[in-house]
């Protein structure tokens, strides 16, 4: 089966969102697994990988991503690292050559570009990085190589939904103590829980930023289990792992 490698019409520089079909992974990890991360055969994902760097038209070593750890950190890379791989969720290149990856499983994918600079970002943005500013440290990251924010487009990729995304009333409360206005990324629930609308208030966060444009793909993790890898559904299926989806884009 070839890659579905979803894109948007705001990004021109060559990108994708990956769904998991594709892949020689198997089991519950079935597809294009591409997180080291998880308990998959190493080898496994490696060719995994392989396939995303030719689908996106860069040499395999030239694919790059991080040690993700759901922080407020962005990185400027080159190339390959050289020794440990940096611990951030946010990474930025204007090396012509270079394809920055992010990796998620219901977490938002955003790819960021400026075409007129050459400067591509791309960050790792679940509830925790995305409320501490992962979106506008990557944003940040681009300026310093010559981006400008309002020529900036974001595209968050597939992501979980509202719908999907039940929350007790201590998540709420984060948020609200952090900004009131973030009420309206929440919606009543069953008793005292709540749905969170994660990529509404991923958007929030990149207009406030004033970037030239954001939008979501409107894909759902959680809800298309055939496309997508999702991490609390695979805690709700009570299964021992889950796979990793991958969002490259390329300077």
């Not at 409360?173 to 009131?180: G, I, K, L, M, Y």
């Not at 709700?236 to 969002?247: C, E, F, P, T, V």
Request: aromatic residues 8%; contains cysteine.
């Amino acid at each position: 089966m070839t890659l579905e490698q979803l894109q948007s019409d705001a990004l021109s520089r060559p990108h994708g969102f990956f769904s998991r079909r594709g892949g020689a992974s198997s089991g519950v990890f079935e597809g294009l697994n591409c997180g080291y991360g998880s308990t998959d055969q190493a080898e496994v994902v490696a060719i995994n990988r392989a396939r995303v760097a030719d689908a996106i038209g860069v040499e395999r070593g030239n694919l790059i991503t991080l040690h993700q750890i759901h922080s407020s950190d962005a990185v400027h890379v080159t190339g390959p690292h050289a020794g440990e791989v940096p611990r951030a969720d946010g990474a930025v290149t204007a090396t012509p050559g270079v394809a920055i990856g992010i990796l998620t499983a219901d977490c938002q994918p955003v790819l960021f570009e400026d075409n007129e600079a050459g400067v591509v970002g791309a960050a790792h943005a679940g509830w925790k990085g995305a409320l501490n500013g992962v979106l506008d440290a990557t944003i940040d990251a681009m300026e310093a190589l010559g981006a400008k924010r309002e020529r900036i487009h974001a595209v968050i990729g597939p992501t979980i939904s509202q719908s999907a995304y039940e929350v007790g009333p201590e998540f709420f409360e984060r948020f609200h103590d952090e900004d009131p206005a973030s009420a309206r990324y929440f919606s009543n629930g069953k008793d005292d829980r709540m749905h969170f609308d994660l990529p509404g208030y991923g958007l929030g966060r990149l207009r406030a930023a004033g970037v030239a444009h954001a939008e979501w793909t409107r894909h759902c993790t959680y809800t298309d289990p055939n496309r997508f890898y999702s991490y609390r559904r695979s805690v709700h299926a009570r299964q021992a792992d889950y796979g990793r989806l991958i969002s490259v884009i390329r300077a």
